[in-house]
């Protein structure tokens, strides 16, 4: 009797073991798949941040792009349609959309968030991030500055839209100024000592930016050490090559440059102080260039509002220029410089 008892005593232990395990089980199935659906879910979702998060408010599209609005980030990205991307690291990056590795690539630029920073943003690697930017960043640079900024328009397409502060100055194609970036500090000594600028007293990269009299950017040079020259940079730019007889360039008083200029091409610059004092004429002359030239100095602000340029980190280093002129094009998408004709009149 005893052992019948112990046999069913053993045969309800072992069912319950059964019953305890079965119903484990069942818990388990059902935990891996709810997990697997939550997966599935995060997989089929947007990203954590994305353009159509942002895109029904103009403040935010500025804020977060540098552009006005979503119809003009759809402008641009339908620039780039059809054009495949070459991938810096040779590997396409699928996760993202192309709309969304557009818009990483101007949040970078404008707001200069840092690759951790993107990557838990868009829920990717930080090599992810820098084969979306980079990459992204060669290709605007190939449509907006290759392309776009090709050429320079010439004086008579000017004088169609030229602003009232030209009158006597109609002949101007371009308008000039030069521009110094914060740059990191480069590991060889020499190279520190040309990135060292004298006039910011730091090392910094100089670009050239060039406007029609409108305000538009119409030229933006590579970026060369903080130690070089307006004059130098002007020679090195390639903006020579665009002037033809009977243009003329406006620049400021340290663009000392009018023996490299083409034959037939007129300088517009201050007049230098030779007498004690200005004559009528002068001062005119003076008051002329420095309404006219103030557009070149509004333009370059522009520029330097693309958060990446406010310092080049030496990651960067290798693709400066290509940021500095995509950055400088970017401009041409916003509102414009001049609201109208008359606006440097009010």
Known sequence: MKLVNELKQKELRQSTIVHEAENWLLQATAEVQRLRELLNSSQKSDVIFSFSKISHDNKLVEHFTGLPNKETFFALLKLCDGLEIQYLYGWKVSKLTRENQLFLTLLKLRRNLSHIDLSVRFAMSETAVANVFVS??????????????????????????????????????????????????????????????NYKHKITSKGLVGISPNGNVTFASKLYAGSTSDRNVVIHSGLLNCLVPGDAVMAGKGFNIEDLLPDGVKLYIPPFKDAPQFTSDQVQETFGVARARIHVERAINRIKRFGILSFIPQSCAPYASEIFQVCASLTNFQAPLLKSHEDDEE
């Open 136 to 197: 992204w960043l060669i290709l605007l640079h190939y449509i907006l500055v290759d392309d776009l900024l090709s050429t320079v328009p010439s004086r008579e397409k000017n004088q169609e839209h030229l602003p009232a502060s030209f009158k006597g100055y109609e002949d101007t194609r371009i308008v000039i100024d030069a521009t110094e970036i914060t740059t990191a500090n480069p590991a060889l000594m020499d190279k520190q000592k040309r990135m060292f600028s």
